[in-house]
């Protein structure tokens, strides 16, 4: 399978996305070449955001090793299979969910406006991004991914009903 796909939303959205998420995981070196410019340091939230991102990009490589050759960026031009084991029973954006948990630790690791302001924007982008590969996808596997959608959630946790917590009891 090829690697790179259709890009699911304009192509400088995308890089404008993949711009912002990058940006906010060089703040680690941003926060070595200039600690000063930081609104808030200590050791405390260095520990939590290094913690924090090596999850994220834990749960990046684990969850693109279940993906195997089916790991592309993009929407597939080729025939590709639904994948719901491993990381993606849990998830069914491991990938994202790591990636936004790399930002979120380099947030706490370099507390600074431009940095948080990059966290939003590549989670804006890349929420476009799922939604557009949701319809692909629905498209694609019509009843398996409504029970898939079904089942697992879009990120992470999932609100139950009330009547899904009764059926429990």
Known sequence: ???IGKSPIAVPVLILGKIAMVGCWMFFVVKKLSADAMLYDSAVTQALGVTVSVAGLFLVILSLLHLGRSASVGI???KTELKTHGMYRISRNPVYVGG???CAGSCLFSIHFLNFLLFAIAIAVHHLIVM???QFL???FG???LD???RVPRYIGRIR???TVRNYA
């Open 132 to 134: 557009k590969e949701e």
């Open 161 to 163: 009903s009330i009547n």
């Open 138 to 140: 629905e498209k694609s």
């Open 148 to 150: 898939y959608k079904e």
């Open 143 to 145: 009843q398996q991914w």
């Open 100 to 102: 936004f948990l790399m």
């Open 76 to 78: 597939p031009e080729e």
């Open 1 to 3: 399978m090829d690697i």
